[in-house]
């Protein structure tokens, strides 16, 4: 072999060794994949040997010992969830509740939660507490108190949430009921109950009215008897008064004929004079 040909393939060899390294290190990482990549919205919980690290793991790239250590990713970004559910009034209604919850796995307690739950937490604990949280207030009111006072309700059960999910590791950051359904016989008798009430309203107000009507008659009629009387009790004690009285009423004309010899105002002139 001449000397030019042992430098092409020593050119050969010396082109070919880069490659075969790179080669073996994609290879390298396909295989063992010393790498775990924690993205936006997440924690990593790394188990080495079965044992979980004693922290979360924050977004970015960490090493980890192939065959030995893994990284498990927890979602800790706020879910929101529309959710029914069936449930019961305190007076025995059956009714079914539209609501939405939202919620976070708290970052700093992945850990916690992958050791003692794992990632079916949501399932395993959140669920069971807020069904049964549901529960526990709507059957504290009445079906139709329910629908007035939803607000408070809402109020109450989200606070309950936030206790008893907390020292879970689970942060309940907003919960609302949406919608409350009751059996069409239900409303039915609920829109001929506020019907009834309605009419029954309008009668007791007619009723009042038509009492103050009848007082405002007496009054008037009291007040006409007395002024009557006052009257009666001054011509009886002045006949003069009365005289007077035809007086003021007579337009002046006599009358066209009269019975017997008998003059109209007699005592007109002592009246004048």
Not at 144 to 160: H, P, S
Request: hydrophobic share 40%.
């Amino acid at each position: 072999m001449s000397l030019k040909d042992k430098n092409n393939v020593f050119d050969k060899k010396m082109l070919s060794t880069p490659v075969l390294v790179v080669s073996l290190l994609a290879m390298f990482l396909i295989l063992f994949n010393p790498l775990a990549i924690v993205g936006v919205g997440e924690r990593g919980v790394k188990v080495t040997l079965g044992k979980v690290s004693p922290k979360s793991f924050p977004e970015g790239v960490h090493l980890v010992t192939p065959f030995i250590s893994k990284i498990k990713v927890m979602d800790v970004k706020t879910q929101k969830n529309f959710m029914e559910t069936e449930v019961y009034t305190k007076d025995i209604q059956q009714a079914r509740i539209s609501y939405v919850i939202n919620y976070n796995l708290e970052p700093q307690n992945a850990h916690n939660m992958y050791r003692e739950v794992g990632i079916t937490y949501k399932d395993t604990i959140l669920m069971p507490v807020v069904e049964g949280t549901i529960k526990d207030v709507i059957g504290k009111w009445n079906a139709q108190d329910l629908v007035a006072n939803r607000e408070a309700a809402t109020t109450d059960i989200i606070g309950k949430l936030q206790k008893q999910l907390s020292p879970r590791y689970i942060n309940v950051t907003g919960f609302q009921i949406t919608d409350i359904n009751y059996s069409k016989v239900f409303e039915q008798a609920i829109e001929s109950k506020v019907t009834a009430e309605q009419e029954a309203l309008k009668a007791k107000n007619r009723t009042v009215q038509i009492q103050e009507e009848a007082k405002q008659k007496i009054i008037s009629a009291e007040a006409e008897a007395r002024s009557m009387k006052i009257r009666a009790d001054a011509l009886a004690q002045n006949k003069a008064l009365v005289q007077y009285e035809a007086v003021q009423k007579w337009n002046g004309e006599l009358p066209t004929y009269m019975l017997g010899n008998s003059v109209p105002f007699i005592g007109m002139g002592a009246l004048k004079n």
